[in-house]
């Protein structure tokens, strides 16, 4: 965890009210698991809360890391509108569990579902996978053609097959993700999915079989980040007990959280 | 990171290299914050309010961000008083800095329980009755409102403690200064304020209040100003230790809440945009005593320039 003014290499809008901001500074060398997040301050001193946001990808040799967040109030609309040069203080790597992108095998099937700005993550974890040899297919979901994003930058990576839905029809697939999965012949090795809460239950309702070592990275509402304020609670899939999103996540194992 | 003496502040029980502590619920027990800076930097720790036995708190969401501030609702989740003795003060005894146990219940017994497994800590350097939290339905916050009730609260906990007892004060009052001299008749050692301020947010897309609890506790620079007023208002009527606190963001911040007339300070909110703030205040206070001309923290108090 370093906490450290970062430079805004490039920000720009890559679909509708998506944007991919490139960031360097010495923090990089301490990203390396998919899954993990970055927390971010806004720009003005009148947003006391940071906004937390996965990390896309991370370029050692360049030194620099990718974000891709959508504006939805406030905070990435001022984030939107820095520009090359700009700094951002940034904190981070938090969360200590991600997406385990180096324990499947070349030849396992390995299953990635995405879902609208839940697919950044996942981008990550593809590029880890593609590293070693692992071939995925991946499942991406948004509303509609315009929201669509990273479809080519999946398809660049080597064995990565890609089939993209969208809810209205107007590109890919019309349907769901779970249409998608519903519609494979046999349940994967591995299946890792990120995006909203609905989405994510009905994978793991869809998704969970005996073979398949599914995982899910969740959001909740954050205070600091770090697992010491509580805000960012869920139940574990017995009741008994809790996790912290935050700090034990953001990614959890099938069935370990109630989503 | 060098210890300068004119930073030193001593209060009941907790014996401070400096005036700056971590404010209850905003570091839970220590741990996460000890990855990042050593523990041993600051004055004092203030930990996670403690109830008798576990709590898991209310449901999500139980934050939501407001204007130069933040709402939360987090209900006093904590893992109850004998894993906190057991489990949670035994890790802040390797780092040299006093606790402050943050102290909360739904009964004077529950109190009096918390206080009774925690008081022989021996890190526990005092307690801080919590009687405002303003996020459990049938929590403290009954105590914090009512003289009277507050008063014998404070007279059951100060029986059963062998430790100084600071009393919490709620900013959700009429007359905080009605409350103060109350706890003080009944034997506190030093009071504590404020607590957040009850508040709600409203979303307006769907007109549904946006935290689950639909109320919450106002914290951040947006308090500061009352937390400084109501500092203000208990100094001109009693010469009990003040922790100051309520939006503190800066050592400028401090500064302020030394000349309102508070004798040290707790940060919260501030730790969540800034992780490092609290070793960042405690860096920049000497040179505000130099600029100031100040021979020490205690000064503030001793020179008399309480307003
Ligand atoms: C672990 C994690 C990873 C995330 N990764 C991404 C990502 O890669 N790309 C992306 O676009 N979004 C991501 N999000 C969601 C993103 O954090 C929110 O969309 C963003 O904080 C909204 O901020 P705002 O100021 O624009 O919205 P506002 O609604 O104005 O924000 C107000 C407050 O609510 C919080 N908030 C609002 N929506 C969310 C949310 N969905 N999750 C958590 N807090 C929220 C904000 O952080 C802020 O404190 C992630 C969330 C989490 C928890
Ligand atoms: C997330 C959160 C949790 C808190 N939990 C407690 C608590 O358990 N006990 C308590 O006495 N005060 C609690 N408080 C109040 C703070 O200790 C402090 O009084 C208040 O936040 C004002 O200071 P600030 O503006 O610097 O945050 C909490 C505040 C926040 C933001
Ligand atoms: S955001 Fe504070 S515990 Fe997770």
Request: proline share 7%.
């Amino acid at each position: 965890m370093k906490n450290e003014r970062m430079i805004v290499e490039q920000n720009k809008s890559i679909a509708a009210k998506t944007h991919e901001m490139t960031l360097s500074g010495p923090l990089v060398a301490h990203l390396a698991q998919p899954g993990t997040f970055l927390h971010v301050a806004v720009p003005g001193d009148d947003l006391v809360l940071r906004r937390p946001i996965s990390i896309a990808a991370v370029d050692r040799d360049a030194g620099t890391c990718t974000i891709v967040y959508k504006e939805e109030g406030e905070g990435t609309k001022r984030l939107s509108r820095c520009r090359a040069g700009d700094g951002v203080d940034v904190f981070g790597p938090l969360g200590k569990q991600g997406f385990p992108a180096e324990q499947p095998s070349p030849g396992d099937d390995v299953l990635i579902i995405g879902g609208g700005v839940g697919v950044p993550p996942l981008y990550f974890a593809a590029r880890e996978l593609a590293k070693r040899g692992v071939s995925v297919s991946v499942i991406l979901g948004f509303q509609t053609a315009a929201a669509i994003f990273y479809e080519r930058a999946f398809r660049e990576l080597s064995g990565c097959e890609v089939r993209v839905m969208t809810n209205d029809g107007s590109n890919g697939h019309a349907g769901t993700v779970i249409d998608a999965l519903n519609e494979r012949p046999s349940p994967p090795d591995w299946l890792f999915a990120c995006g909203p809460r609905g989405m994510l239950r009905a994978v793991e309702t869809h998704g969970a079989h005996s073979k398949t070592n599914g995982y899910v990275s969740l959001e909740e509402r954050m205070g600091c980040g770090i697992g010491v304020c509580f805000a960012c609670v869920c139940e574990t899939g017995d009741r008994a007990s809790y996790r912290k999103i935050c700090r034990d996540g953001p990614v959890f194992r099938f069935k370990e959280v109630v989503i | 990171m060098e210890v300068d003496p004119r930073l030193k502040v001593t209060l009941p029980g907790l014996t401070m290299k400096n005036p700056i502590m971590p404010a209850s619920g905003c570091f839970a027990f220590g741990r996460e914050y000890a990855e990042l800076f050593d523990l041993s930097e600051l004055g004092a720790v203030g930990i996670k309010g403690t109830t008798g036995d576990a709590r898991f708190g209310n449901p999500t969401p139980r934050v939501a961000e407001t204007p130069s501030g933040m709402l939360n609702a987090i209900g006093l989740q904590n893992p109850g008083a004998q894993a906190v003795r057991d489990e949670e003060l035994p890790f802040l005894e390797g780092y040299d800095v006093p606790v402050l146990a943050n102290v909360s219940g739904s009964t004077p017994e529950e109190y009096v329980h918390v206080v009774e497994t925690l008081t022989d800590a021996p890190n526990v350097g005092a307690f801080e009755l919590n009687i405002s939290c303003p996020n459990v339905k049938e929590g403290g916050i009954h105590f914090g409102t009512a003289p009277g009730e507050a008063a014998s609260l404070t007279e059951a906990v100060k029986a059963v403690s062998t430790k100084p007892v600071y009393v919490k004060l709620s900013p959700n009052v009429t007359d905080v200064t009605a409350i103060a001299l109350a706890v003080e008749a009944a034997g506190a050692d030093g009071l504590s304020l404020i607590n957040t301020l009850v508040g709600m947010r409203i979303d307006a897309k769907t007109g549904k209040p946006v935290l689950a609890n639909e109320k919450g506790g106002l914290s951040g620079p947006a308090v500061k100003p009352v937390a400084l007023r109501m500092i203000h208002d208990i100094r001109q009527v009693t010469g009990l230790p003040i922790i100051g606190m309520g939006g503190i963001q800066s050592a400028e911040d401090v500064v302020e809440f030394l000349f309102a007339g508070a004798d040290a300070v707790a940060v919260g909110t501030a730790n969540f945009s800034n992780p490092f703030v609290c070793p960042t205040i405690i860096r920049e206070l000497p040179a505000w005593l130099d600029q100031l001309g100040m021979e020490s923290i205690g000064a503030f108090r001793e020179q008399g320039v309480n307003i």
